[in-house]
């Protein structure tokens, strides 16, 4: 009798095991993802990116104005600063679209040695020193009409320089002795409010940042 129970129940358990419902319900547990499923979670991800993309590109190209004007002012203000405590003459050339070369220049009698040069920075690709239409003729610091980018040596007759030599009381000269005064402008062509400025004047080697804002008109600001 209990032999014949035992039979029973294992021919039971046999039925059970391989009965149609619990061969699909393994095979339905250990399939992987379908080629749909895959394609619609891919096509979920590629959508979050691009909206995340799409939402940090202002945060990304202002980062690159920041950095361009930032670069540029810590540039100016560090070899001036050079100048003054090493008693030395630093030329600071800006070369377009986006270079700014440091040189040391030496004191030698009869005749100073040629410029040596220390440092090269290079601003963002899509940053540039330019000026774009819109901008006012009333310049920071009344430096020229907002005609020229790199605009240096203002009232000397000698036309729009390129550069600025700081000495070592702090002034701000050209190669020539004369007190150099000017100003530059930094901008993404095609984007007007992302202009900034920077502005020197030549008697005291004083530095001031701007930024160009609507205000009833465009302004420049001083930062």
């Avoid at 700081?166 to 020539?176: A, E, I, N, R, V």
């Avoid at 007190?179 to 001031?208: C, E, H, K, M, W």
Wanted: hydrophobic share 40%; net charge neutral; glycine share 10%.
């Amino acid at each position: 009798m209990g032999s014949d129970l035992r039979a029973q129940s294992g021919v039971a358990d046999t039925l059970t095991r391989s009965s149609p419902y619990n061969e699909f319900m393994e095979v339905k547990k250990t399939r992987g993802f379908t080629l749909l499923e895959m394609m619609i979670a891919l096509g979920i991800g590629l959508t979050m990116t691009c909206v995340t993309v799409l939402a940090l590109m202002p945060l990304l190209r202002q980062s690159h104005v920041d950095a361009a004007y930032d670069t540029t002012l810590s540039v100016i203000r560090t070899y001036r600063s050079q100048a003054v405590s090493q008693s030395k003459r630093y030329i600071l050339t800006f070369t377009l679209p986006g270079t700014i070369t440091v040189q040391y220049w030496g004191v030698g009698v009869p005749v100073s040695p040629p410029p040596v040069t220390v440092a090269t920075y290079t601003l963002p690709p899509d940053i540039e020193f330019a000026v774009q239409p819109g901008f006012p003729a009333a310049a920071p610091d009344s430096f020229g009409t907002g005609a020229t980018a790199i605009d240096f040596d203002q009232g000397m007759g000698l036309g729009s320089q390129n550069y600025i030599m700081f000495m070592p009381d702090g002034s701000s000269q050209d190669t020539l002795g004369n007190f150099n005064s000017g100003v530059l402008y930094l901008t993404r062509p095609g984007d007007l409010y992302s202009s900034r400025a920077v502005s020197v004047f030549g008697t005291t080697g004083r530095i001031r940042g701007w930024r160009l804002y609507n205000q009833a008109g465009n302004t420049w600001v001083q930062q």
